[in-house]
C-alpha cells in the first residue's frame, strides 16, 4: 500500500511532469489489467476512488 501512496502522491503534484505521471498511471493499468491477483481488493478498491480518468476504469475492471 506504500507505494501505491506514494504513486498517489507524485500523480497528485501539478510540478511533477506529465510524462512522468503518464508512466505512473499506464504501468499501475498494464499491472491491474495484466497481474491483477498481486492487489489486494482493499487496493483495488482504493484505486477505482483516484480522480485520475484512466485509473479507475482499470480498477473497475478489476473488481
Known amino acids: 500500500m506504500a507505494t501505491?501512496?506514494?504513486?498517489?502522491?507524485?500523480?497528485d503534484d501539478a510540478r511533477i511532469p506529465?510524462?512522468?505521471r503518464n508512466r505512473?498511471?499506464?504501468s499501475l493499468r498494464s499491472a491491474?489489467?495484466?497481474?491483477?491477483?498481486i492487489?489486494?481488493?482493499?487496493e483495488i478498491e482504493w484505486i477505482a476512488k483516484w480522480?485520475?480518468?484512466?485509473m479507475?476504469?482499470?480498477a473497475a475492471r478489476e473488481l
Open 32 to 37: 491491474l489489467r495484466n497481474h491483477g491477483q
Open 51 to 54: 480522480d485520475h480518468a484512466r
Open 39 to 42: 492487489f489486494t481488493s482493499k
Open 18 to 20: 506529465g510524462i512522468i
Open 4 to 11: 501505491l501512496e506514494a504513486f498517489r502522491t507524485v500523480l
Open 24 to 26: 505512473i498511471i499506464d
Open 56 to 58: 479507475p476504469l482499470a
